[in-house]
């Protein structure tokens, strides 16, 4: 097993993050049931996606028939119950309520809102042109992202999305020292490769006032900041 103390130290987290993976989903339920802290819910929600995704994507039901059937089957073993109760000493059945508190939705929309100006921030930022390197892997990295989308329907696409987002963070935390040795070794690897084209290639592009002397000290700074973490 690869560990970050088998070198005398512990690699770099990923991302270079310094909280544990718990406060940075938020520390609430939410991280819990990522991280299968609640593994009744995590487990329910990761099942219900599944089967939803079976029903729409592999059985191809429509929803509306989908909603007609269920509620169809729900009315008759509701009637059946009620009047059977009385000659089976069967309690009335009654629909649970499950009401989402104003506070909770807040909270969620707030979340949501955050992130999403901080996507549109970074990209702003990315797009002034300041960091070419981060302009060209962004673009490349949208592309692909395009290509991939292509290839699958929406609802497929949402079901990729729940699948890792409640199976890799629980995986990480899981084997969060070897995966955060790998990544620092790889992270290293990119860096020398992208160090050699830019001396050979990028900086023959010419860029804005200031953005040479940034970039070349930015990338000198993260090689030798990488360098003095693995001498100690």
Not at 48 to 64: D, I, M
Not at 163 to 188: K, N, Q
Request: aromatic share 10%.
């Amino acid at each position: 097993m690869v560990t970050g103390g088998s070198h005398g130290h512990r690699a770099p987290r990923l991302f270079g993050r310094e909280r544990p993976l718990h406060a940075v989903l938020g520390g609430r339920q939410a991280a819990d049931i990522i991280l299968w802290r609640r593994k009744e819910v995590s487990a329910s929600i990761l099942g219900a996606a599944t089967a939803a995704w079976g029903l729409f994507e592999v059985a191809e039901y429509h929803f509306l028939t989908l909603v007609c059937y269920a509620a169809m089957i729900a009315m008759v073993i509701f009637f059946l119950w009620t009047n059977a109760s009385a000659f089976l000493n069967l309690p009335v059945p009654r629909i649970p309520e499950m009401v989402l508190s104003e506070r909770t939705t807040r909270q969620v929309i707030l979340g949501l809102h955050r992130r999403l100006n901080w996507f549109v921030h970074k990209l702003y930022n990315i797009a002034c042109g300041q960091d070419l390197k981060m302009f060209i892997l962004t673009v490349v990295s949208l592309y692909i992202g395009s290509v991939f989308a292509s290839c699958f329907t929406s609802l497929t696409l949402l079901y990729i999305v729940v699948f890792f987002t409640m199976t890799v963070p629980a995986l990480y935390e899981r084997y969060e020292h070897e995966v955060d040795h790998l990544a620092a070794r790889a992270g290293h690897d990119f860096r020398t490769h992208v160090a050699r084209m830019d001396s050979g290639v990028l900086r023959k592009i010419p860029r804005g006032k200031g953005a040479t002397a940034a970039h070349r000290t930015t990338t000198t700074t993260d090689i030798h900041g990488w360098h003095r973490s693995q001498a100690s």
